[in-house]
C-alpha cells in the first residue's frame, strides 16, 4: 500500500507568528547574531525572515539534504554545500524550517563550528519531540505521538506534486478526496488543476 503522511498546512500567517516567536525567543537571550546561516532549502525563507526581525544583514547558506518527500539515496542527512561565507569570529545563528530526525542541523552546527565562530546557536520553526537534536530556539513544538508532513508556503506545489503522483493509480477526480481522507489536506479543486496544467507543460 502507498504510504501517504498526515499533512499540516502552514500559512504565511502561520510562519509570521512562528519567526515572530523565534525572534523574541532569540532577542530575550541577549545574545544578538552577527550571522545567519540558512539550511538550504528549507531554511533560507525563515532565515531572511528573522534577518529582517534581528536587524542582521550576513546571511549565508549551507545546503544540507534529507529524507522525506524528497529523499536522499542513503535515507540519511548530507551536507552537500558548506557556508557560502565565513564565520570565524562571528556569532551564528543556524537556521532550519523543521527539526523532524535533527540530523540535518546538527550536521550543520558541526560544519559551521569548523569555521571558528565565537558562537553558534540553531532555531528552527517548527521542532518535533522524537528529533535527536533540539535546537536552541523554536516557534512551535510538536509532540512525537502527533507528528505531521508540514507543508510549508515554500514547497506548497512541490510537496502537492510528489503527493498527487504517488495517487497516480486513483482516477483523477479520485485524488481529492483521497488526500482529504489519507493526509488531512483538503486540497482546492483548483488547484489540482493547476498542478495539472503544469505537469502538461513539461
Not at 7 to 26: G, K, P, Y
Not at 59 to 66: D, I, M
Not at 85 to 108: F, H, K, M, Y
Not at 163 to 178: D, K
Request: aromatic share 8%; hydrophobic share 40%; net charge negative.
Amino acid at each position: 500500500m502507498v504510504d501517504f503522511p498526515r499533512c499540516r498546512v502552514a500559512t504565511w500567517a502561520d510562519i509570521d507568528q512562528l519567526a515572530d516567536r523565534v525572534a523574541e525567543q532569540v532577542l530575550a537571550a541577549g545574545l544578538r547574531p552577527e550571522t545567519i546561516v540558512g539550511l538550504t532549502r528549507g531554511g533560507w525563507v525563515p532565515a531572511r525572515l528573522l534577518a529582517d526581525r534581528l536587524g542582521v544583514k550576513r546571511v549565508y547558506s549551507l545546503r544540507a539534504q534529507h529524507w522525506g518527500v524528497t529523499a536522499t539515496p542513503s535515507g540519511r542527512a548530507e551536507v552537500t554545500e558548506g557556508v557560502s561565507g565565513p564565520v570565524e569570529g562571528q556569532r551564528v545563528l543556524i537556521v532550519d524550517d523543521i527539526t523532524d530526525t535533527g540530523e540535518s542541523l546538527e550536521l550543520a552546527l558541526a560544519r559551521v563550528r569548523d569555521g571558528r565562530p565565537t558562537r553558534a546557536e540553531t532555531a528552527a520553526l517548527f521542532h518535533i519531540t522524537h528529533s535527536k537534536f533540539t535546537p536552541n530556539y523554536f516557534g512551535e513544538e510538536i509532540p512525537k505521538e502527533s507528528w505531521v508532513w508540514v507543508v510549508f508556503p515554500w514547497n506548497y506545489w512541490e510537496d502537492l506534486a510528489s503527493l498527487a503522483e504517488r495517487a497516480r493509480s486513483v482516477a483523477p477526480e479520485g485524488v481529492r478526496t483521497l488526500l482529504r481522507e489519507r493526509c488531512g489536506w483538503d486540497v482546492p479543486p483548483e488547484h489540482l488543476a493547476r498542478l495539472a496544467t503544469w505537469a502538461e507543460r513539461h
